[in-house]
């Protein structure tokens, strides 16, 4: 999971009292940006509902993670610094990982900048410092080895963001050798920004939504209805009228050109050298119930909403929300074989009226 929180704008340190709202039920009592001490009960409780083994957030000032810290220490540690001073001071890009199921092997802050090792030191046309931190966990189950780069880029400086993520790329190449390595974060960025576009060789410039559920209705009928025939061993006409035999595979007309056109683009990923590897996004690499022919499990397609920057609702980021910033992405690997199962854009807004941040939390669940 991937959750920018928001910083917290009031009192600096843990456990400050909330504000005491007259009504409760009124959803007018919630609206706009409220206090970290209202929003972090369902931040936390949003974690605690779906449990993800790893969660990279973004935002977090030091007293909010130790509220965190409190909240979730049953389940969780952390790992991570103030992008001010590498120690306490600033915004953190902080790790939260399930101690009973992995543990550490290394990590690092990267400060995103032309000097990546210097704390506080700002990139190119950046506003301010921005960090990533890079973690090689030890699943205790296996003794398998992965590594996680929770990034959160500069929300301005256009070239900073560019550059950052060719940083990024650089280093997880060379991590990629001690395992699959996963980019999760605030990219400040669309998938039709450079920084996006550095970071997956361009490879969705025309790819659109397709494995979107409303796209897919009429073929995700007929893959079921597939499915249930071969299940039955008997005969399924579907609403439309086209009749599935068990023994048979019904493909629409209008089909062909895809399934001509996709042994070519498997062909054209798997023959991607070392030196032009990228990221691939995890909302667009969903395996789906028509990849899986209807499989238990699958999803239609990506799950929820479609973009994770909401805003509160008001202020500058209204202007440009919404649209999908938060990113779950992998690097390419045919040694390791990464399969997106599930991907999710969760809400951040229920209707008690509390926007619990200004971004949506994204997830995924992934295996190799």
């Not at 959750?3 to 005491?20: Q, Y």
């Not at 595979?249 to 023959?271: F, G, M, Q, W, Y």
Request: glycine residues 6%.
């Amino acid at each position: 999971m991937t959750f920018n929180i928001r910083l917290d704008h009031g009192e600096k340190r843990p456990f400050l009292s909330p504000p005491t709202k007259e009504d409760p039920f009124d959803p007018k009592q919630f609206a706009e940006e409220q206090p970290w001490s209202i929003r972090k009960w369902k931040i936390a409780d949003t974690i605690r509902l779906y449990l993800p083994d790893v969660l990279g957030l973004q935002e977090p000032l030091i007293h909010q993670l130790r509220d965190l810290e409190v909240l979730l220490h049953d389940e969780y540690d952390w790992v991570g610094v103030g992008r001010e001073d590498g120690e306490e001071k600033g915004e953190f890009a902080a790790v939260f990982y399930k101690k009973q199921v992995l543990a550490i092997e290394d990590w690092k802050t990267i400060w995103l900048s032309e000097e990546p090792n210097v704390p506080g030191s700002l990139g190119w046309d950046a506003r301010h410092p921005r960090i990533a931190t890079q973690i090689t966990f030890l699943k205790k189950d296996d003794g398998i080895n992965f590594t996680i780069f929770n990034a959160h880029f500069d929300h301005k400086g256009e070239r900073a963001k560019e550059e950052a993520a060719k940083l990024i790329l650089k280093i997880a190449k060379d991590a990629s050798k001690m395992g699959p390595v996963f980019l999760l974060g605030d990219l400040n960025s669309t998938d039709k920004d450079p920084a996006y576009i550095t970071l997956t060789g361009g490879q969705y410039n025309d790819f659109n939504g397709k494995n979107d559920t409303l796209l897919n209705i009429k073929r995700l009928n007929q893959v079921c209805a597939s499915a249930i025939s071969r299940q039955t061993n008997e005969p399924v006409r579907t609403s439309d009228e086209h009749m599935t035999l068990p023994t048979h595979r019904v493909i629409r007309p209008a089909d062909i050109l895809h399934h001509i056109k996709k042994p070519e683009a498997e062909s054209s990923k798997a023959n991607i050298s070392h030196s032009e590897i990228f990221f691939r996004d995890a909302q667009h690499e969903l395996t789906t119930l028509l990849e899986t022919k209807g499989a238990a499990g699958a999803l239609s397609g990506p799950y929820g909403y479609r973009n994770t920057l909401t805003s509160f609702g008001i202020g500058e980021e209204y202007n440009r929300a919404p649209i999908r910033i938060d990113f779950i992405m992998h690097l390419q690997s045919e040694k390791f074989n990464v399969k997106t199962h599930h991907y999710a854009i969760l809400s951040n807004r229920f209707d008690d009226g509390l926007y619990i941040s200004d971004h949506r939390p994204v997830l995924a669940r992934v295996s190799w």
